[in-house]
């Protein structure tokens, strides 16, 4: 609602602390993340997608942030950011990030 009366700025101090109460809430994260997006802040919500990503309980969880990425990615011009970033992972966590990569391959 502020975000809708051009208040841009208090809309996202509004969800940087609902982010923080309710860290544990992907809802909450999405709509902060999808703000900084409409704010002008796109490493912002690349690196609240990216927690998403990384706190997921498991690969299906891990997909639907993938998705996101992917569409915050194509909106904003870092697809190939999004798909080196993943291959660096790679490295870390071989085993999640292949099946990751592969997902994300097909979804691009």
């Given at each position: 609602m502020?975000?809708?009366q051009g208040l841009i700025s208090e809309s996202l101090e509004v969800l940087q602390d609902a982010a923080r109460r309710f860290e544990k809430a992907p809802a909450v994260q999405v709509q902060l993340a999808t703000a900084y997006?409409?704010?002008?802040?796109?490493l912002e919500a690349e690196r609240v997608l990216w927690r998403l990503y990384d706190d997921a309980a498991d690969d299906w969880a891990r997909r639907g942030?993938?998705?996101e990425l992917v569409h915050a990615?194509?909106?904003n011009g870092w697809v190939e950011e999004v798909l080196a970033?993943?291959?660096?992972?790679?490295?870390?966590?071989p085993k999640r990030s292949v099946?990751?990569?592969h997902w994300?391959?097909?979804t691009s």
């Open positions: 502020l975000n809708r997006t409409s704010a002008g802040f796109p942030w993938i998705d990615a194509q909106a970033k993943f291959q660096e992972r790679r490295k870390t966590t099946r990751c990569l994300l391959n097909s």
